[in-house]
């Protein structure tokens, strides 16, 4: 089993920045790919930013690069979400998720989910 705790979302105005955080812990080494999603009112989840492997590579949502950053600290088995220019069209719920191997299958873990709003 994997935890997931995010913290970090709140009310900003637009032009402004968050910072996510998201701790883990449990099976950390059967991670394999890490991420954030967020599921706005009325609209499927989807991929913000990922990050997997020792390299750290990361990728982004057109709607978000050069804006979003994804990074991990392994020492402290955390990952962040650093957020600048926050638009309202970025308002949602914003899950921490985590891809782990679990007997050869991939098993996907989430948090709780943080909200971010961004007024106009």
């Known amino acids: 089993q994997v935890q997931l705790v995010e913290s970090g979302g709140g009310l900003v105005q637009a032009g402004g920045s968050l910072r996510l955080s998201c701790e883990v812990s449990g099976r950390i080494f059967s991670i394999n790919a890490m991420g954030w999603y967020r599921q706005a009112p009325g609209k499927q989840r989807e991929l913000v930013a990922g990050?997997?492997?020792?390299?750290?590579?990361?990728n982004y949502a057109d709607s978000v690069k050069g804006r979003f950053t994804i990074s991990r600290v392994a020492a402290t088995n955390t990952m962040y979400l650093q957020m600048n220019s926050l638009k309202p069209e970025d308002t949602a719920v914003y899950y921490c998720n985590a891809a782990a191997d679990h007997l050869g299958e991939q098993v996907d873990y989430w948090g709780q989910g943080t909200q971010v709003t961004v007024s106009s």
């Open positions: 990050i997997r492997g020792r390299g750290g590579r990361t």
